[in-house]
C-alpha cells in the first residue's frame, strides 16, 4: 500500500519562509509527476506547484518568484521551498503524486494535509 506523508507546516510571519516535504512509503516502483495543491479557507483546491520526473516545473502565477517545487527520486520525496510568505498563503497545502506501484495500476495519490498559516 502506497501512502504520502507531508511534514513541514506551521506559522510563519508574513515574509517568512517554510519547507514542506512529501515522501512516499510503501511499495513504491515509480514516481511520475509530483504536485503541490492548497485549500484555503472557503476556497476551492488549487495547484500551487508540479514537477516530472525530469525536473520540469510549473507554479501558479500566485507563488512564482516565491515558492520552489524540487524532487529527490532516490527518495520518493518533494518539497515545496516557500518564501516571502503572505497571509494569503494561509491554507492546507496538499502532496499529489502519480505513482506506479510494485504491483497494480498507476494511481494518484493524496497526502492527508499539513496546515500552513501566515500571520501579520
Known amino acids: 500500500q502506497v501512502q504520502l506523508l507531508e511534514s513541514g507546516g506551521g506559522l510563519a510571519q508574513e515574509g517568512g519562509s517554510l519547507e514542506l516535504s512529501c515522501v512516499a512509503s510503501?511499495?513504491?516502483?515509480?514516481?511520475?509527476?509530483m504536485s503541490w495543491y492548497r485549500q484555503g479557507p472557503g476556497q476551492q483546491r488549487e495547484l500551487v506547484a508540479a514537477?516530472?520526473?525530469?525536473?520540469?516545473?510549473n507554479y501558479a502565477n500566485s507563488v512564482r518568484g516565491r515558492f520552489t517545487i524540487s524532487r529527490d527520486n532516490a527518495r520518493n520525496t518533494t518539497y515545496l521551498q516557500m518564501r516571502a510568505l503572505k497571509t494569503e498563503d494561509t491554507a492546507v497545502y496538499y502532496c499529489?503524486?502519480?505513482?506506479?506501484?510494485?504491483?497494480?495500476?498507476?494511481?494518484?495519490?493524496w497526502g492527508q494535509g499539513t496546515q500552513v498559516t501566515v500571520s501579520l
Open positions: 499529489q503524486a502519480e505513482i506506479a506501484p510494485r504491483m497494480g495500476p498507476i494511481l494518484d495519490y
Open positions: 510503501g511499495s513504491v516502483y515509480a514516481m511520475n509527476a
Open positions: 514537477i516530472n520526473p525530469n525536473g520540469r516545473t
